[in-house]
C-alpha cells in the first residue's frame, strides 16, 4: 500500500512523537508498505515561538498537492495538528480524499501551559481537527475514553514499542562513582509542561539526574544546583543513562504515552509516575513501576522491585505490532474508486496546464 504520512514532528526534533513516527515509518516500509513523509525539514520553517528548537512550514499547500498528485497516495494519515497538518488536512476534504488522524500530545494541556489560554479553547480546535478523521489513533485507553467524554469520535487504539536491542539492561556504567546512591533519573524535553520541578522538589535520598535540553533547563539548572543536569544523549550512552540508574521518575501530567517509560523499563530500571495518561496504563500490575499521587511514595516502592521482572514486562512491547496496528487503522479508499480518483485528478491537472499555457 502507498502510505503518506504528514507530521509537524520529524528529525531533528528529539521527543516521543518523533521517535513513534520513524520507527513506525520503518516498520511499514520493511512490510514491503511504500511511504511517503510530509515533514518539516522539506520546506522552509520558521521557529516555534517559545520553543525555536521546533521549527513551522507554513505556506506549503501547493508543493504538498503536487507531491500528493504524483504519489497517489491509497491511504493518508496526518499525525500532528501543526501547519502541516492542517495543510494535509484542507487538500483531503478539498480532494474529499479520506484520511486518519492521531492525538499525540495533550495539546490543549500542553499550551495552557505556556500561553493564557483556556484548555476548553484547546480542546475545540481538537475537535474541529481530528472531526473530518475516519479514525483518531491514540496510545491508551483512559486517553480514547477521555477523548471521547469531550466530544470527539471514532477514536482507536494504537499501541507503541520499544527496541529492546538498544535498550537493555547490564550495560557499561556511566554515573561517576562518587554519587550518591540511589539514582533518581528522568529523560526528556525539559520543558514547563513535562512537570520536571516536581521531581527536582521532591525529598529524595541520592541524586537527582535531568538528561535533556529544552527552553527551562537554564532557568531549573539555577534553580536546582544539587541535581544533575547532562544535556541530551542519544543512543549507546542514552541506554546507559537509562540502565545506571536506581529509579527512573516521570513526573509529566500531559503526555499521552511516554516511550522513555518502555525505554527505562527495557534497561530493567522501574519507573517511577503519577496517576497520568499513560503511566496508568502501562504501569499498575506490571511489577515494572508505581504510580502514586506523592511521587516521592512511587519513586521509594521502584527500589524495592525485581530489575529482571522490569526488562521481562519491556519484552512484550514491539514496534512490529505498533506499525500492524497502524496499518489496520488506516482507511484507504476501495482500489476502483481509488483508481478513477487520481485518474480524475491527473485529467484536471492537466485541463489547467493548459489553461495557464
Request: glycine share 6%; aromatic share 10%.
Amino acid at each position: 500500500m502507498r502510505i503518506l504520512v504528514a507530521t509537524d514532528a520529524w528529525e531533528p526534533q528529539v521527543n516521543g512523537v518523533v521517535r513513534t513516527l520513524t520507527r513506525v515509518v520503518s516498520e511499514c516500509r520493511a512490510m514491503g508498505h511504500e511511504v511517503l513523509t510530509i515533514t518539516p525539514d522539506q520546506f522552509k520553517t520558521i521557529p516555534c515561538p517559545t520553543y525555536p528548537e521546533i521549527r513551522l512550514a507554513l505556506g506549503a499547500d501547493e508543493e504538498i498537492r503536487e507531491r500528493m498528485r504524483a504519489f497517489e497516495p491509497e491511504a493518508v494519515h496526518i499525525a500532528t495538528e501543526g501547519p502541516l497538518g492542517i495543510a494535509t488536512r484542507r487538500i483531503c476534504l478539498e480532494w474529499k480524499l479520506p484520511f486518519t488522524t492521531s492525538y499525540h500530545t495533550k495539546f490543549p494541556e500542553y499550551v495552557s501551559a505556556r500561553f493564557p489560554v483556556p484548555v476548553q479553547v484547546g480542546y475545540a480546535y481538537m475537535r474541529w481537527f481530528h472531526k473530518p478523521s475516519g479514525r483518531v489513533m491514540v496510545a491508551t485507553p483512559t486517553l480514547r475514553e477521555e477523548l471521547m467524554k469531550h466530544g470527539m469520535k471514532n477514536v482507536s487504539p494504537w499501541s507503541r514499542g520499544v527496541d529492546t536491542e538498544a535498550f537493555r539492561p547490564d550495560m557499561e556504567p556511566i554515573y561517576p562513582k562518587d554519587w550518591a546512591r540511589p539514582i533518581f533519573l528522568n529523560v526528556g524535553r525539559v520543558a514547563v509542561e513535562k512537570n520536571i520541578e516536581a521531581f527536582l522538589e521532591t525529598d529524595l535520598p541520592g541524586t537527582k539526574v535531568i538528561v535533556g535540553d529544552g527552553p527551562a533547563r537554564e532557568e531549573l539548572q539555577a534553580k536546582y544546583p544539587e541535581a544533575k543536569f547532562m544535556g541530551a544523549m542519544f543512543g549507546e550512552e542514552l541506554s546507559r543513562a537509562f540502565s545506571d540508574a536506581d529509579v527512573f521518575v516521570f513526573p509529566s501530567w500531559t503526555d499521552t504515552f511516554g516511550l522513555v517509560i518502555l525505554e527505562a523499563m527495557a534497561t530493567g530500571t522501574p519507573v517511577a509516575a503519577y496517576p497520568a495518561h499513560g503511566p496508568i496504563d502501562i504501569i499498575p500490575g506490571s511489577g515494572a513501576g508505581a504510580i502514586d499521587n506523592d511521587l516521592r511514595t512511587a519513586c521509594m516502592a521502584c527500589l524495592e522491585l525485581d530489575r529482571k521482572a522490569v526488562r521481562a514486562y519491556a519484552e512484550k512491547f514491539s514496534w512490529r505490532a505498533s506499525a500492524e496496528e497502524f496499518v489496520k487503522n488506516l482507511q484507504p479508499q476501495p482500489e476502483p474508486e481509488r483508481m478513477r480518483f487520481w485518474r480524475r485528478l491527473r485529467r484536471l491537472a492537466r485541463l489547467r496546464k493548459r489553461a495557464a499555457a
